[in-house]
């Protein structure tokens, strides 16, 4: 490509879910800037598009899982129930994109086969899967952390001779179970959600657990109008309520450290909010994530529950959580899971002894016994996080691939810049706080601070922005050493890439809370955006190319 080069846009956007609508949005209206985007989905929604899966929920409260930038959709949109359903937070999506009108700059049902960096043209060419090609200034990956399904690599799954589907890309028409034996592999959220809604439609259930998962229940209820109303003539005091919390939602504050309170107040406050519902019950104490002890007080409570609930011990007992302290692997929210195993239509399976060997034409096959069925659901999860951006297929400077960049984990400035990759942005990019947090208020926060970012870059007639590797290396550290006085990293856990077979062991998101990380960031634009390379990062590439090609003397 030559030095001439015009882009045929300012900006590709990557991904019409909830980053990519609103980056999309604001680098139009607020930087001006040209924008072509590409989803290769057929529609706008992300994450809420793909998982559509019976019982599909979101585990922050739909109040605050919304858009706070505009007024007027806040203002127009009413929530019909505590924790939304997937149908109606895509349909709060289209509803969205309407308002602000960004479809016109998506090309859907296309896929991203490649980003490829140019050091002379200064330019990123994104070619789709058709192997169209668009030329631009800058990329912004807004592609999701749970965006790439992760199918175990099962013997035999090929000859399977009934129907297989995955949690995470749903068939639209949906699945109907009537009168259906169905076999449902994984026991993480998409699992928790959807057995009891599966059981109650299917004929009969049987689900493979590996590891048993702590889950609380949503106490999922109506909306009222008039609660709404109430809602919304406080949205703003809400917003920023939330934006001053470490997970951007609305907690209740912890009482204390659990290891300090006596018993009777530690029970009163784990009843109160298990009756409450939501995954602020991991909020009743401060030690809960920090310390073992503390934490196997909450752990033991919900035991305790599981064995009330559920009406058979040894299935009881397989429910019960031991391998993981409680929180390490994300809480699930659920409504009526442990109900569920006393159905006379479901079967829970071991596989953490004898793991599946492999899927037999008539269903899986465990400790030598096949599991006949109609419909195999695989609830398996994703490569989280790093899984999206790698199927993009991105080389950077000098060609570098990001799969070689990360091969020890991905790295990044802030989750947002990634050294080696000029003039690239990736919203809820490993290292930002995304997962640990309420979603869309992070990526409020990193789109604002991106598209304010551009701004400042364009007046100030800079070319060519990178993160430098040594602010890099040490936001690397930072977020590990965060993570490290936690008890996050004691699970094999999808934040910390376990699940995927070969992935680098490294607890990916920033655990410091999104008001500090926004602190953190505000510092960087105070200090002049320290920690990026600004226009001599290009010209230092080149001179060093020019040195590497000089002849040997
Ligand atoms: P998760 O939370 O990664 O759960 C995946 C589940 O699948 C989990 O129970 C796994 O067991 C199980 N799994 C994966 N591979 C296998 C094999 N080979 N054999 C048996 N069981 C297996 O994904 P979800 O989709 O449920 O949730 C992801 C996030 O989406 C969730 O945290 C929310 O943020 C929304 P394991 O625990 O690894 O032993």
Redesign the pocket.
């Known amino acids: 490509m030559s030095a001439l080069t015009t882009p045929d846009v300012d900006v590709v956007v990557v991904g019409a879910g909830f980053a990519g609508m609103y980056a999309t949005h604001l680098l139009r209206t607020k930087n001006n800037l040209t924008v072509q985007g590409f989803e290769r989905g057929s529609g706008v929604g992300g994450t809420w598009f793909w ?1 559509r899966y019976p019982g599909a929920r979101c ?1 922050a409260e739909s109040i605050v899982y919304s858009y706070s930038f505009d007024d007027e959709i806040q203002q127009e949109w009413t929530w019909s129930e505590r924790w939304a359903t997937q149908p109606e937070i895509l349909e709060y999506a289209n509803f969205v994109a309407d308002k602000i009108g960004i479809r016109d700059t998506f090309r859907f049902n296309t896929e991203v086969a490649s980003m490829a960096w140019d050091d002379d043209s200064q330019t990123w060419t994104t070619t789709t899967a058709a192997g169209d090609k668009t030329v631009s200034k800058y990329v912004v990956t807004a592609v999701g952390c ?1 965006s790439a399904s ?1 199918v ?1 690599d ?1 013997k035999g799954l090929s000859d399977f001779a009934g129907q297989v589907y995955h ?2 890309a749903w068939p639209h028409e949906g699945v109907d179970f009537t009168g259906k034996r169905v076999c449902v ?8 959600q959807s057995i009891p809604r599966i059981a109650e439609a299917a004929d009969h259930v049987t689900v ?4 048993a ?1 702590f889950t609380v229940p949503a106490q999922n209820r109506p909306l009222g109008v008039d609660e709404m109303a109430q809602v919304k003539a406080v949205y703003p005091a809400l917003r920023e309520h939330a934006k001053s919390t470490a997970a951007g939602v609305i907690v209740k504050q912890p009482i204390g450290r659990a290891l300090e309170l006596d018993a009777e107040t530690v029970r009163a406050e784990l009843d109160a909010r298990w009756a409450q519902g939501g995954p602020t019950f991991m909020n009743a104490f401060t030690d809960t994530m920090s310390d073992l002890e503390a934490n196997e007080i909450t752990a033991e409570y919900v035991r305790e529950r599981v064995r009330e609930i559920v009406q058979d011990p040894e299935t009881a007992e397989l429910l019960s959580p031991h ?1 993981y302290p409680i929180g390490t ?2 809480i ?1 929210v659920d409504t009526d899971y442990y109900e569920t195993y006393n159905r006379d239509n479901v079967d829970l399976v071991s ?1 953490k002894e004898h ?2 060997e492999k899927i037999g034409t008539r269903g899986p096959v465990v400790n030598g016994v096949e599991y006949d069925c109609d419909v195999l659901v695989m ?4 490569d ?1 996080i790093t899984g999206p951006l790698l199927r993009l297929n991105i080389t950077g400077s000098e060609g570098r691939p990001l799969s070689e960049a990360w091969a020890e984990g991905g790295k990044s400035y802030l989750g947002l810049a990634v050294a080696g990759f000029p003039n690239m942005f990736t919203v809820t990019g490993p290292g930002s706080p995304s ?1 640990l947090t309420n979603m869309i208020l992070s990526i409020e926060q990193h789109v604002e601070w991106i598209t304010d970012f551009l701004l400042d870059l364009e007046d100030a007639g800079v070319g060519v922005v990178e993160a430098s590797l040594q602010a890099q290396e040490q936001w690397v550290a930072d977020v590990n050493a965060i993570a490290d006085q936690t008890l996050y990293p004691q699970a ?3 934040y910390m890439g ?2 995927v077979p070969g992935k680098a062991r490294v607890f990916m998101p920033y655990a410091g809370g999104a008001d500090a990380y926004r602190a953190i960031c505000d510092e960087i634009v105070s200090s002049g955006y320290s920690g990026f390379v600004m226009d001599a990062g290009a010209s230092e590439r080149a001179e060093q190319r020019q040195e590497e090609m000089a002849p040997v003397v």
Request: charged share 10%; glycine share 12%; proline share 5%.
């Open positions: 998982n585990d749970l992760q175990p099962f949690t995470g592999i994984g026991t993480g959220s998409s699992g928790i493979f657990q590996r590891t998962t391998a692997k994300r699930c596989v793991p599946i609830a398996t999860g994703f989280a997962v094999a856990s999808w376990s699940n």
